[in-house]
């Protein structure tokens, strides 16, 4: 089974500044997709950036951007000139390219952003 | 506006107390899935539909039924409800897997507490 590892529960930036979020995961597949979702406090989940195992190209969505590791199974989110309503719960999340649709879920990590 | 809802947002029952979550989508999609968040433990699916009449647990459906009699609708039933199933729960629908979408919408969400 897959497994998803996001080891800091959380994480502080000033306003501003850069801040990289860490994922690892676990699989045996080599077609599978990974997500990172934004929590707000109003508890929706909003999607912010997807990565295809297939590209070696890490996606950009304006100021996220993802390091894509595929060898070392690492799928770190970095946020650039973080603003406030960067604050929120931030999860990363698998997807088997084979196996349905089923997201698997790291624990989260929480940003806060000082300003 | 393509959306899931979810209804209540907010609910707080007894133990034991049969109740349902209701879910709808309006994107015509196959898959259905609920999910449960909880502290330290991320997202976890309970139960998934892959189209009509076409049901299977997911990694934690112990205690939950679901139903799926519609397309558009994915109800969550919790016969007896118990206090380790107080809990953040979310819908979320997409494209079947074999479709180019990948991208699951989500609902905003349904507290649960029991007491």
């Known amino acids: 089974a897959q497994t998803v590892t996001q080891s800091q529960p959380e994480m502080s930036v000033q306003e501003a500044e850069t801040v990289t979020l860490s994922c690892t995961y676990d699989?045996?597949?080599?077609?599978?997709?990974l997500f990172w979702y934004k929590q707000p406090p109003s508890r929706q989940m909003i999607l912010v950036i997807r990565q295809e195992a297939y590209k070696q190209q890490n996606a950009t969505e304006n100021r996220f951007s993802v390091n894509f590791q595929k060898a070392a199974k690492s799928f770190s989110l970095k946020i650039s000139d973080s603003q406030l309503g960067d604050a929120a719960m931030y999860f990363c999340?698998?997807?088997?390219?084979?196996?349905?649709?089923?997201?698997?879920f790291g624990a989260g990590t929480i940003l806060r952003v000082k300003s | 506006e393509a959306q899931v809802t979810q209804n209540p947002r907010y609910l707080i029952t007894v133990t034991g107390k049969k109740l349902t979550v209701t879910c709808s989508q309006n994107m015509n999609h196959e898959y259905m899935s609920w999910y449960r968040q909880d502290p330290g433990l991320g997202l976890r699916q309970i139960y998934y539909s892959m189209n009509v009449e076409v049901t299977d647990k997911g990694d934690v459906p112990e205690g939950y039924k679901v139903s799926r009699k519609e397309k558009r609708n994915f109800p969550l039933i919790l016969e007896s409800p118990s206090p380790n199933q107080t809990s953040l729960y979310f819908c979320?629908?997409?494209?079947?897997?074999?479709?180019?979408?990948?991208?699951?919408?989500f609902g905003p969400g349904t507290r649960l507490t029991v007491t």
């Open positions: 699989t045996s597949e080599s077609d599978y997709y």
């Open positions: 979320a629908s997409s494209l079947h897997s074999s479709s180019l979408s990948y991208e699951q919408y």
């Open positions: 999340a698998y997807r088997s390219g084979e196996y349905g649709n089923k997201l698997v």
